[in-house]
Structures are given as C-alpha cells and as structure tokens.
C-alpha cells in the first residue's frame, strides 16, 4: 500500500487516507482490509462507515464484499484508532526453533514443520501462535498469511503465503483437491488391511463451554480420507492418512468410525488405550502432517517444476516412541 494522508502531519486528529492498492493486497474484500488496516476500531464502526459510503474506491462507493484491485485508489475517513497494543516478543528458544524448522522457502511461500503444542494463530485464550510469531520476527514482511491450518497438537508441515497472489492460488488449490497432503497417524489396535477409505460426512458441533466437537452425521458435509498401512505395533498400527476433503478434525473422527481412534487423542481417542500408551511414554497427539505436493502457479522460466514436494520428519519424541514399541 502506498498511503497519501491529507491533513496536517503535526496534528494527532484522524485524517482522510488516501491509499493505493498493491499485488500484496489485491484479491482481498475490503472489509476484511479495513478490519487488520484499522486495528483497534470497532467491527460495527468499519461496517458502518462501508454501509455510509464514507470509504471511496476510485471515487465511487463499494460494498463490504468489493474486492481490491492493483492500483485501486482507497479513500478512508478520518478514524480515531485506539492505541494499539505493542506486538508480543518472541522467546528465543521459539525464534531458534522456528528458524530451524523451515522447509522450504522463496519470495512467494514458506512451509514450516510446525511443532506440537504451537497454535497456528493466537484466539481463544492464546496470545501469540505461529502467525503472530512469524510476523514479530519478520516486522520487514509486507504479507504474511496462513494458507491452511492444523490443530495445535498436530505437528508438521504448514503452508504460509509470502504474496497475496500466492494465497489466491493455494486456496483454489485447495477447493479442487489438487493438493496431495499426507498425515501419519498411530492409531489403537489393528487397523483392518480393507479398510482403504473412510466416505463419511462430518456435522460440527459446539458445546456450552465452547468446545468443538465433529462427529459422523447424514446432515454433514461430505468428508472422504483415504487410509493405508504403514506398520503394524503390537497393539497399534501406524497409518498415512489422505484426506481428500479438509473437514475440522477430519482424520481423527474417521480414524474413529473405523474402530481405530487416534493414540494421545483427548477428545475422540480411546481413554484406556490412551492412558495405556501414555505409561508407556505417549504424551501427545499422535498425528503429524508429513508431506504435502503443490501445484504451483505458471513461470516463464522453462525449468521451473510443475510441483513442489516437501518433506516433514517426525520428530525426536515421536520416533523414538516408535522405535521402542514391539513389531507384529
């Protein structure tokens, strides 16, 4: 964004902002850009001043759902914004980590092997998650953004888009199933060799306290993953698991339906089988997000790949919690 301000620079009154849309922005409805541009003004202010027609693109009214296009001049109105809070530091140990968890890198995407127990983004009684993170230690960033997400305790490869224009292209990715993402998963007891897919639709639901829970439903949203075998423990089978749709919890709750819950999971796992694994050493979720293959976008240059294909390994706790369990 390239910003114009009117007024007098000396004076701390809010002013008309002139901004001029750039590709970082391009894509994005407007109202989603008003709520990160102006942080610290209510939601129901920034509607208001849309419904009114105090912001202007290129002179002319537009509609919360108007989305941003490269060299859109952006009229916003003088808005007193609330202080905002100084960005949460990042602990040196998360930096190192996170540094030495990158996969892979250029000027459109990074993809992290995301450690257990970091949230993606902060919300819900976190402050801080990969994000937020990301974006302190790269304050000189002009766009960062998640592509995709995992739960907290799922570990492994997560996608963020260095340039909008990127981000358009991983989400349609997503939608059309074109990219391959594969998890493994140690699941209780032997998982049935002709058990290939799990065609179950998936209805969410919220609890009182707030929790979410999926479970099987003929009202829900087609879910479809595909299971294979890996290794077989006694006790417990290791799985790499397809999901072809992206449904909240998707892998936990089919692995569920199919007898075989997740090891270390709390909310649809086994609880005797859990608490049995967790003596033997289990202390987590056992779920990690190992591989992902991405179409990307067309390039001039004629030895550009048609895919990317990124590795995540498991990490030290979960490797050797499998080399110590007993093959069939």
């Known amino acids: 964004m390239t910003d114009y301000s009117a007024g007098n620079t000396g004076d701390k009154r809010p002013v008309v902002t002139f901004l001029e849309v750039t590709d970082a922005h391009a894509g994005q409805r407007i109202d989603n850009f008003l ?5 610290g003004v209510p939601k129901s202010r920034i509607y208001r001043i849309l419904r009114k027609g105090e912001v202007r693109v290129n002179k002319s009214r537009v509609k919360a759902e108007y989305r941003l296009c490269d060299g859109d001049l952006l009229r916003i109105p003088p808005v007193r914004i609330s202080d905002a809070k100084p960005a949460e530091s ?7 980590l996170l540094s030495n968890s990158i996969l892979y890198e250029d000027d459109r995407l990074l993809i992290i092997n995301k450690p257990s127990g970091l949230a993606v983004h902060g919300g819900s009684g976190i402050s801080q998650g ?5 974006r302190v230690l790269r304050p000189e960033a002009r766009f960062l953004e998640l592509v995709h997400r995992l739960d907290r305790d799922t570990s492994g490869c997560v996608m963020i888009a260095k340039k909008r224009s990127m981000l358009r292209h991983l989400h349609e990715q997503l939608r059309s199933g074109k990219i391959d993402k594969r998890y493994l998963a140690l699941v209780s007891g032997r998982w049935p060799q002709k058990r290939r897919v799990v065609n179950e639709p998936l209805l969410k639901n919220s609890l009182q306290s707030g929790e979410r829970m999926v479970n099987v439903a003929p009202e829900g949203k087609k879910s479809i993953t595909e299971f294979s075998v890996v290794e077989r423990y006694a006790q417990a089978t290791l799985v790499e698991a397809k999901p072809i749709t992206g449904r909240t919890h998707q892998i936990r709750v089919h692995a569920q339906y199919a007898g075989c819950p997740l090891l270390g999971d709390d909310k649809y796992g086994n609880p005797a089988a859990c608490r049995d694994f967790k003596k033997r050493g289990l202390r987590r979720l056992f779920l990690h997000a190992a591989s992902l293959k991405v179409p990307l976008p067309p390039s001039d240059l004629a030895d550009a790949p048609e895919f990317l294909m990124v590795r995540a390994d498991l990490d030290a706790e979960l490797s050797g919690f499998l080399a110590g369990l007993a093959r069939e």
């Open 35 to 39: 709520l990160r541009h102006l942080k």
């Open 90 to 96: 990042v602990s040196v140990s998360l930096s190192r």
């Open 130 to 134: 990969l994000i937020e993170a990301l």
